[in-house]
């Protein structure tokens, strides 16, 4: 099993580009949610994918926008880049449950993106 | 809406000695509670989770952690530590009656573990 799979691993962009994130969820899994990691800080919820729908979205700008594919991989796109969305972007499957349920967030390694 | 604060931005440590991460934790609604671990270069690994029960849970690596409810706090123990714990702690929570699993993080205690 290869666990939670991201592409690429480090990529440097200039502000005003556009940048796509890749992650393929662990084997079994539905459901994709993307996280924020700013340096010397704890990861923030972006968004999270289940059914090719995004289901639930954190305090991030529009500019931040996702796709689930029907494989359950999953991408994330920033448009018009600013220096502060430097950050490790971290993705992490899991299985939805229903409130009451739970099931563990399995995280890749993340995406180091750094805006010049 | 949730919020984690971890109480220490670093701890440094012997090996071999005990340490305490501490986390407290704000919310309107009830939680679950959850450590985990960052190595450097690499993802997040859950170490241990409160979904509920006993209070004093027991996770991976020697670490345990205890639920205080009136205290609004989940902090995490491991009685001796070796140097392959030198990572970054986070502790989360999620709300336990909402479909699916977002997780709000605290800012994160470095431990640093020394010879």
């Known amino acids: 099993d290869a666990g939670v799979t991201q592409s690429p691993t480090h990529l440097i962009k200039t502000r005003g580009q556009q940048v796509t994130l890749r992650c393929s969820p662990k084997?079994?899994?539905?459901?994709v949610s993307w996280y924020q990691q700013a340096l010397g800080q704890g990861p923030q919820f972006i968004f999270q994918?289940?059914?090719?729908?995004?289901?639930q979205r954190g305090n991030f700008p529009d500019r931040f926008s996702g796709h689930q594919f029907p494989n359950y991989s999953s991408e994330l796109n920033v448009n018009a880049l600013l220096l502060g969305d430097s950050a490790l972007y971290l993705c992490?499957?899991?299985?939805?449950?229903?409130?009451?349920?739970?099931?563990?967030?399995?995280f890749g390694p993340g995406t180091r993106l750094t805006v010049l | 809406a949730q919020s984690v604060t971890q109480l220490d931005s670093q701890v440094p440590v012997f090996e071999e000695a005990p340490v305490e991460l501490r986390c407290n934790y704000s919310?309107?609604?009830?939680?679950?509670l959850f450590w985990y671990v960052q190595y450097p270069n690499q993802g997040l690994q859950l170490l241990l989770k409160?979904?509920?029960?006993?209070?004093l849970v027991k996770g991976i690596n020697g670490f345990e952690a205890e639920f205080n409810k009136s205290q609004t706090s989940f902090h995490l123990r491991k009685p001796s530590v070796h140097i392959s714990d030198t990572a970054e702690y986070f502790c989360a929570v999620s709300p336990t009656k909402a479909a699916g699993n977002k997780l709000t993080f605290g800012g994160g205690t470095r431990v640093l573990v020394k010879p």
């Open positions: 409160y979904l509920s029960g006993s209070t």
């Open positions: 919310s309107s609604v009830s939680v679950y």
């Open positions: 994918y289940y059914e090719e729908e995004e289901r």
């Open positions: 992490a499957s899991s299985l939805l449950w229903l409130a009451g349920g739970i099931n563990e967030q399995f």
């Open positions: 084997s079994g899994h539905d459901t």
